[in-house]
């Protein structure tokens, strides 16, 4: 909760604007945190220095690491491509999955049969998906969280994994979401033909260009 308290506040941001250190002080004065609460903000990077998010200097200076440069959501770091998880770690923080995390002890206790609701469905009464479509304001942050989490994976694919398209002519990213995926397989290895399924609501938002195929799944629903 603290560390999506740093996002929210965009913490990790002001703190690299501010040349990747900074004083509680300097703090205060970038964030929109009131002045009485203030201690209260002085706790929060304690514990989050705890936690390795910040590094803390005797408590004078916090510092990024490298968890926390992930968290950077500025446009210069971004069109550089720098990767931000932080959307990503919105959603997985947001009172939607918090409140089906509360179900694991007794999720896990059930016996896995096709009656069994997942712990999502066992706090809210309907899958993620479901949820994503009627709420949008959680369907958007949603989209957003894929989208971080794959431009931050798909980097990593092509940079560090290469080999395994050796030999691999064609690709189909099931539930491969907009593409982003897809699209650096096919930059990356020109010689794989790269396609995308996923839920119509998703693939009628996708950008259409040739470097990938879409392709419209009308399947059942994958439920968390
Ligand atoms: C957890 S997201 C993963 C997105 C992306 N692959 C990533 O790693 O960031 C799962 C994706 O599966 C899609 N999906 C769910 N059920 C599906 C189905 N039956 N057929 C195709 N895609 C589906 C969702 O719309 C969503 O984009």
Redesign the pocket.
């Known amino acids: 909760m603290a560390l999506r308290c740093a996002i929210n506040l965009g913490i990790p941001t002001a703190i690299h604007r501010l040349g990747g250190a900074a004083t509680l002080s300097e703090l205060h004065a970038a964030l929109l945190v009131a002045a009485s609460k203030r201690p209260c903000l002085s706790r929060i990077m304690t514990l989050l220095a705890t936690s390795g998010i910040f590094k803390s200097n005797f408590k004078l200076y916090y510092h990024l690491t490298t968890a926390s440069r992930l968290l950077v959501d500025d446009e210069d770091t971004t069109r550089g491509g720098h990767p931000c998880i932080s959307q990503h770690l919105a959603v997985c923080s947001s009172p939607f999955i918090f409140t089906a995390s509360l179900n694991l002890d007794e999720w896990l206790k059930e016996e896995e049969d096709a009656r069994t609701a997942a712990p999502f469905a066992m706090a809210h009464g309907a899958g993620v998906?479901d949820v994503?479509r009627r709420d949008a304001a959680f369907g958007t942050c949603f989209d957003e969280a894929?989208?971080s989490?794959?431009r931050f994976?798909s980097e990593i694919v092509v940079r560090d994994y290469g080999e395994v398209f050796a030999g691999v002519t064609s690709v189909v990213?099931?539930?491969?979401?907009n593409g982003?995926?897809a699209r650096a397989i096919a930059k990356a290895f020109p010689h794989v033909r790269c396609s995308v399924?996923?839920?119509p609501?998703?693939v009628d938002a996708m950008p259409a260009d040739d470097t990938v195929d879409i392709l419209v799944?009308f399947?059942?629903?994958?439920q968390y």
Do not use: E, F, K, P
Not at 219 to 222: L, M, Q, S, T, V
């Open positions: 998906y994503v894929m989208a989490d794959s994976v990213d099931v539930g491969g979401h982003t995926m399924l996923d839920l609501r998703v799944s399947g059942g629903i994958n």
